[in-house]
């Protein structure tokens, strides 16, 4: 890891700065798979199948059988942990309702809002190295809880054409029914466009490699919307020298094994802290399975030592973490200065692990400081907010010559004579 201390904040920018990728080819390449998808339908989405994920498909969707046989196959302690997992999120999610109300702006005008559900989503859970089946409760509890009428999930196969179990048992607890076995662009590229087997949606939702996110932005132009522009995962640790460096470098190696891309980064005022902390990263590092994944991550990454808490967190809102644990004994006073930020973990006891599972908030979150403007996923991201307005005679008495004088200054006459009839029928 690299190891920066009290640099001026001239140079914050630097540190702040995600990996960079050359997206020239890949948005060259992605757009030709996207073509291929939307032109040929199943038989290019199976084409790329055996291409990428070297599966050979008879058929896309996953059958009743495979989903049966998947949820006999796992164990029970896996089955007991999405369950709880899954209660856990939808009661989180559940809070999150929207209540409207309707408001008399003035006598005669009546306003309101309704929250109303995307009619059909798309969910994308990722396979390759780790499958991550929890994304699958992440995505679709909030969806079945808005209401949303149809939940499509693509995932990509193994090279026998199965799809991970655990994948599967998570849709079933999650009440998910509509699964085909896709990965990579082709999943994308057959949401956004629909074939004859892959129900065509309105909104994409799921995290992936830099395919799948290049995938997801270009069918944003013009198709359908995402859920967040998003890049590699990554958390940032504040730490002090109250801070347990055995649970901080466990915090950011659980990050760094995600993929190379990743990035991981530590802000700390203790100098004594950072030494540990890079002594136990090692340390752990050699016994982790994923540890070549988790040592590359960690070419990336960056240990910050700064003068004092303020100097932290300003630091840490620069770089608007996707993950941020504020692992200190003050962390009420450090949270209150939080602005920029995915999800925020507060204490020794609350490792970023908690709510990548099961704590109940989502881990669908802003990556590559996009969190400067977007929030994770809740369940707002499955609704639409539709406003109403109602007018009565007096209404249009308290606001008619408003609009009239408003939309002759705008030089809009079919906009003034609207409302000018209205008021010379009264």
């Not at 915090?251 to 902390?277: F, N, P, R, W, Y």
């Not at 609009?403 to 079919?414: H, W, Y």
Request: charged share 20%; net charge negative; with cysteine.
């Amino acid at each position: 890891m690299n190891i920066i201390k009290y640099p001026p904040k001239t140079g914050w920018q630097a540190i702040v700065e995600r990996p960079h990728m050359d997206f020239s080819q890949l948005n060259e390449t992605v757009s030709t798979v996207l073509r291929d998808i939307r032109e040929h339908g199943d038989e290019a989405v199976k084409r790329y199948e055996e291409k990428f994920d070297h599966a050979r498909l008879a058929s896309l969707q996953v059958t009743g059988q495979e989903m049966e046989e998947a949820m006999n196959s796992i164990s029970a302690d896996l089955k007991a942990a999405l369950e709880l997992a899954h209660h856990n999120i939808a009661v989180f999610h559940q809070a999150q309702q929207f209540k409207g109300e309707r408001v008399t702006t003035c006598r005669g005008v009546t306003c309101w809002q309704k929250s109303i559900a995307i009619e059909k989503v798309g969910l994308y859970i990722p396979g390759g190295t780790a499958p991550l089946f929890s994304t699958v409760l992440m995505l679709a509890t909030p969806a079945k809880i808005a209401g949303c009428r149809e939940i499509v999930l693509c995932t990509p196969p193994d090279k026998h054409g199965k799809v991970n179990p655990a994948i599967l048992a998570a849709a079933r607890t999650a009440g998910v029914s509509k699964i085909y076995k896709a990965g990579g662009v082709q999943a994308i590229g057959a949401m956004a466009y629909g074939t004859e087997t892959v129900p065509k949606v309105y909104k994409i939702f799921g995290p992936g490699n830099q395919f799948v996110m290049t995938a997801k932005q270009q069918v944003s132009l013009h198709d359908v919307a995402i859920d967040m522009p998003a890049g590699p995962s990554e958390v940032c640790v504040v730490a002090d020298q109250t801070s347990n460096p055995v649970y901080v470098a466990a915090d950011l190696l659980s990050q760094a094994e995600h993929g190379t891309d990743s990035q991981v980064i530590l802000i700390t005022t203790s100098e004594k802290m950072l030494d540990e902390v890079s002594q136990e990263v090692e340390s752990q590092l050699a016994r982790l399975p994923r540890r070549e994944i988790a040592a590359q991550t960690l070419t990336n990454s960056k240990l910050v030592l700064v003068h004092d808490k303020e100097e932290a967190m300003e630091l840490c809102n620069l770089y608007a973490p996707e993950h941020l644990i504020l692992s200190t004994d003050d962390y009420n006073q450090l949270a209150e200065k939080v602005v920029n930020a995915g999800s925020v973990f507060l204490g020794q006891w609350a490792c970023e692990s908690a709510g990548d599972y099961a704590s109940g908030t989502n881990h669908t979150l802003p990556t590559h400081q996009y969190a400067l403007a977007y929030n994770g996923v809740n369940l707002d991201s499955y609704n639409r907010k539709v406003t109403f307005q109602h007018l009565t005679e007096d209404g249009i008495r308290s606001i008619g010559q408003t609009v009239v004088t408003m939309a002759e200054n705008e030089q809009l006459e079919a906009h003034a004579n609207a409302m000018r009839l209205r008021m010379n029928n009264l």
